[in-house]
């Protein structure tokens, strides 16, 4: 699975970005996809998951109640919404594709696309 992020850019705190995750090659349906993102100097962290069907979902505690994963299967795109964002959530995002919903790590994920920066200034 090739994955190419996008909708990465600058927002000031408190307001709202969204960012899609493209795949082409195998079977986008197969795969859960999660979001994760890494600040400089940090390690990635995990954001969120959502299943093969996108009937199940899972969020990182940091973002609950203030991101939204979704998934358009016959458009092979995750997305991302994010609302009443925060200069901590400054980071390189990254979309990642896992043959198993359950496993919400790095090592986890069988396919990783290019990061898109997202900034928040405060």
């Known amino acids: 699975v090739q994955l190419q992020a996008s909708g990465g850019g600058l927002v000031q705190a408190g307001g709202s970005l969204g960012l899609s995750c493209a795949a082409s090659?195998?079977?986008?349906?197969?795969?859960?996809m999660d979001w994760f993102r890494q600040a400089p100097g940090k390690e990635r962290e995990f954001v969120a998951a959502?299943?093969?069907?996108?009937?199940?979902?899972y969020y990182g505690d940091s973002v609950k109640a203030r991101f939204t994963i979704s998934r358009d299967n016959a458009k092979n795109t995750v997305y991302l919404q994010m609302n009443n964002l925060k200069p901590e959530d400054t980071a390189v995002y990254y979309c990642?594709?896992?043959?198993?919903?359950?496993?919400?790590?790095?090592?986890?994920?069988?396919?990783w696309g290019k990061g898109t920066q997202v900034t928040v200034s405060s």
């Open positions: 090659g195998r079977t986008f349906g197969n795969y859960a």
């Open positions: 990642a594709a896992t043959a198993f919903f359950s496993r919400k790590t790095p090592s986890g994920m069988d396919y």
């Open positions: 959502i299943s093969r069907s996108g009937d199940y979902t």
